[in-house]
Structure formats: C-alpha cells, structure tokens
C-alpha cells in the first residue's frame, strides 16, 4: 500500500477573479471553492482504491501570509495542515513539500485549490501512473487552432498537435519531487511542478485530461462552476450523518516530577503511571474519536504491549485518529474534555491545553473545550489514588 500526501497550492490572490477575498475562499452554492477541492481530493481513497492508496497525515493547505481568517472561515472544520507559502507558487510547493520532511509519504500530490471539479478518476490515474514513472500529469489537446501572437498580431501556425494543456493534480514519487526542488535555486520560479521535475530530470508521464477539471479563474468561471454544481449535485449528494464518540481513561499517580496533561507538561511532585506518557486527557480524547469511528479503542491501534510507544506522546495517539477522521473524509466539529481530580489544579493551564489540543486536531479554539471537577473528596479520585478524564467528540461523516 502507498501512503499518499497531498498539497494544495491556495497561495495566490486570485485577482483576475474579482471579489473581495481570495477566489479560492469564495463560495460556490454556500460551499468554499477550497473546502470543494479538499473534499474531492479525499475520494481518491474511497471505494476500489481504498487497498492501494493511503491517505498519509493531513492534507497540507499552502496559503498567503494574513490570510488565516479566510482559510479558516472557508475550510471550517475540515481537518488540514497549513504551511504558509511563499512569494511565487515555486516557494509555496516548495514550503509544502518541506512540511513532509519528517513524514516522508511514498506519494505525494500537487494541486490548485481553484480546481474543485477533479475527478476521481483522474486522481486514480496519476497516482496510478506513478507505479512506472516518477511523476504524472494530466494534459488536455488543443481543439482551436493555435498561432503566435504579437502585439495584437496575428503570426504564424503553431502545429497543436505538439502542444498540450496542462493541468493539475500533478503527481510525483515524493523523494524524487523533494530532490528536485532542493536542487533548483531558491529565487528561481517556475510555472508548475512540471518544469521543476522536467528541469531535474524525472521520468514523467501523462495522463488524460478532463475538460471539467478547470481552474476557477475569471469572474465568468464561477457562473460556470455553479451551473455545473447544479448539473451535477441532481442525484448524487453525498449524506452526511453527525457522529458522537465518548472516551475514558484513568491514570493512577506515582511519585515524580510532573504529569503530562491534554498535551501541556505541568510540574508536580508526582507523576501519572503509564505505558506511554500516561496522559489521560489525550487518550480519552482519543478513544472519543475511535468511538465515533467506530473504529475500536486506543488499546487496538497502539497496544500497551507494543514496546515502541513505550513513553510516547499522546500526541501521536490524537493526531493519528484525527487523520482518519479525514481519510473517512469526515471532519471534526467540536470537542469537549472532562478532567476528574482532586489535584493537580487545572483552571491554570486549561487555556494552553484547549490551545494544544486545538493544534493537535485543526479546530479552532472556539470548539475545545476543557472543564474539570472534583469528586467532593469520595472515590479513587478523591483519596487522591488518581486522575479520570471523560471526553466527547462530535464528527460529520458521509454516510
Ligand atoms: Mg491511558
């Protein structure tokens, strides 16, 4: 199985669109062109390909420096890793390939958040080419007729059959795409992914077009895409049911110098005992997830008898279930996490755990939340023996 990555390019300012924001953040029919595009990438791991490709990590959004709020506003709660880009689509690509660095996928693919009409089976087929190149491209022949043009005249026939359209997901082996880009100079910018790997090399191929796969680019596009948005969304709306999962954990305390606690160290005389750094916030959290999944426990995906994620972060635990949240293409909407202890204090550090945990899934910090009680002194946690934590996870996932 190939673990796949995807970037999309949300960079650009998008001034031959028009509008007031960013065409990328703008709506088609009450829906984010970007939100659109993130969605549809993630069919490529349904149904048939769901045993040969997996989704590895976060999709990663590249986006302008300042533009956070529209990112945010447009994506909602749909799980992602955002990089900030840079000054061309060249540095943009460039920060989002970086961001794999430490996860390195097999695959990885590039696309503009202003084509939401991919299809899958163009998605299929440039992951799929990669099993015999190192990169693949889908590419459109050229109906009209094609001459050079020069100051509003008209020069000589170009032979279109020489000459192809060239669109986006391009697809490459990660570690030839990274190569290449480490090996082109840092102010140079190309106009895609294409010219990088060309410039370094690679074995690339292409792959059928699709006409319907066009770049959102002028204002008169998004009276295009909403009328294929109408054409197409007859019959086949995919039905999103709303998911809840409840987690709980316990942790017994030992004699230390600290616990770890929704993600935030907080310097104690003692210690919570555990296989893993025993972080009982986290693991309700995300069991909470699992059960909304349906996807069994925390013990099934990381077993305590498993000697390598002996003194982990929980970190790694939440982020992974949020990640197949994603892959179900579900999204995350809210979470709330209970804390039941008679110590340490918790009111103190509750805003750094509800930001930790809000870097962890993607969420913004208005859907974390993090209480805690005490038991008026009666039961295991009231003797002080140990630490509980209750949590809810609330998904939206297609039926
Ligand atoms: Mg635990």
Redesign the pocket.
Known sequence: MKTVAQIIVAGGRGQRAGGNIPKQYQNIDNISIVYKTLSKLLKVFESENKSHFSLLGPQIVVYAKGDDEFLSGAIESHVVQRVVGGSSRTASVRAGLDALRNTPPDYVMIHDAARPFVSTDTLTAVLRALDSHQGAVPTLPIADAVKTFDKNILGDDVERATLRRVQTPQAFRYRDILEAYDALPTDLALSDDVAVARRAGLHLTCVEGDPENFKITYPSDFEKARAYVRETSMGNETTLYTATGLGY???RYTDGDGIWLCGVKIPAPYTLL?H?D???GL?ALTDAIFGALADGD?GDHFPPTDAKWKGASSDQFLKFAVEKVSARGGSLKHVDVTLICEKPKVKPHRNAMREKIAELTGLPLSRVSVKATTTERLGFTGREEGLAAQAVATLVLPE
Do not use: E, P, Q
């Open positions: 954990d316990v942790h555990g893993s025993a972080d009982a693991h925390i």
